[in-house]
């Protein structure tokens, strides 16, 4: 089975980051109860916590890596996620 590690990389109080977490979660909830479905890793960062996210994503936020690769900015689509979880290897 395949794991499909994601990084949602935002701050406190950015709304733009609250919808992307909704999103995510949300995705993550639908795609628990299906069969094939990869192992699903989440995991927040917050660019005020860390120098180099915040240099690298400052004006991008929220961004959203699966398995390290930037996924998207700011607004995340659920089908578009759901779409590329299912075809993690």
């Keep these: ?5 994601l990084t949602l990389i935002g701050k ?5 980051c609250d919808d992307a977490r909704a999103v995510v979660t949300t995705v993550l909830n639908d ?5 094939g479905a990869p192992v699903l890793v989440l995991e ?4 005020l916590d860390d120098p180099e996210l915040h240099d ?6 929220p961004v959203l890596l699966i ?3 930037v996924h998207n900015y ?7 996620l759901h779409t590329a979880l299912l075809e993690v290897r």
């Design 1 to 5: 089975m395949s794991t499909a590690h």
């Design 12 to 16: 406190p109080g950015c709304h733009l």
């Design 31 to 35: 795609l628990a109860a299906e069969s």
């Design 44 to 47: 927040e960062k917050s660019i």
């Design 56 to 61: 690298l994503y400052v004006e991008d936020i």
């Design 67 to 69: 398995n390290g690769l």
């Design 74 to 80: 700011w607004r995340i689509d659920p089908v578009r």
